[in-house]
């Protein structure tokens, strides 16, 4: 699925799919109307028979000009299943949360944590609750938001989480730098330095509280150490690696099209390329 934005308020379904058919199949196109103006409200969803084409209907037609001057913004659109919930006693478990709310919700499926970086048997306040899929992880919402569930006798904070971007899978594999959380407060950056530059020859390292970025000079190298030190022990704590991921340009526009689709009926949908799944092959 993408969302399309930028639209021009005259134009219709008739300027849409012939642009749109060039990268491929079309299994559902919704272009928000306003009912009252006649007109549509700028934006569109469109549905593919295949992630492939979804992402080169984003090649294709991203920063389009539709109209003289009018150009459109496309990008990825993926239903989001994940919830950020506040309010959480801090000395409570991953184990703990995920039993207590699926006492109060259906289809919860994994819980995200983390600890504070001076205390490892304490949380940081708040959760992700990652559920089965967008439904369940709306009618949670909904549930918990509604003041008449309590969790440890609380009324916790809940809100949509905005899910972790994805960059394209073309920039990820040039990226040379790593990602390094979960360290205990005794680690330094000499440590880690001393620790991956075992690997290769590295560029630098920079320390923030409970995590690290490892620049490497080569991509081979960095690969090699995600894969030997992820899960190992440094100063006595488990240790997370993966990619860091480059900033991403198109950042923005995402966060103006979920800014969009949260005054309609798709509210709860966020944009990132590229989708996890492809939608079903039609027929």
């Known amino acids: 699925k993408v969302f399309v934005g930028k639209i021009p308020r005259d134009l219709y379904e008739d300027e849409l799919v012939p642009l749109f058919e060039k ?12 009912p009252l103006s006649g007109q549509n409200r700028g934006y569109a969803f469109i549905t593919f028979c295949s992630k492939d084409a979804a992402q080169e209907a984003v090649k294709l037609c991203d920063n389009y000009e539709i109209r003289p001057g009018k150009h459109l913004g496309v990008c990825i659109s993926v239903a989001n299943n994940r919830l950020f919930v506040g309010s959480i006693p801090k000395n409570k478990t991953k184990e703990n949360i995920l039993e207590e709310f699926s006492k109060v919700t259906e289809g919860l499926v994994d819980v995200i944590l983390y600890h504070q970086p001076d205390d490892k048997k304490k949380n940081r306040g708040f959760c992700f609750l990652e559920y089965e899929d967008h439904k369940s992880a709306a009618q949670a919402r909904r549930r918990l938001m509604s003041g008449k569930v309590k969790v440890w006798g ?4 809940v809100e949509w989480a905005d899910p972790v971007e994805e960059p394209d899978p073309e920039v990820m594999a040039k990226v040379k730098v790593l990602f390094v959380r979960n360290l205990a407060t005794t680690v330094t950056e000499e440590i880690l330095e001393k620790s991956f530059s075992e690997f290769g020859k590295l560029e630098r390292v920079k320390k923030l509280k409970d995590y ?34 480059p900033p991403d340009k198109k950042r923005k526009e995402r966060q103006a099209a979920r800014q969009a689709s949260r005054s309609t009926a798709y509210e709860d949908y966020y944009y990132y390329p590229p989708p996890r799944m492809p939608p079903p092959i039609r027929g």
């Open 154 to 157: 609380n009324v916790v904070t």
């Open 212 to 245: 690290a970025f490892v620049h490497f000079e080569d991509r081979g190298a960095a690969v090699k150490a995600m894969n030997e030190m992820n899960g190992k022990e440094i100063e006595g704590e488990e240790i997370e690696i993966v990619l860091a991921k």
């Open 23 to 34: 990268a491929g199949p079309i299994w559902d196109l919704r272009l928000m109307m306003d």
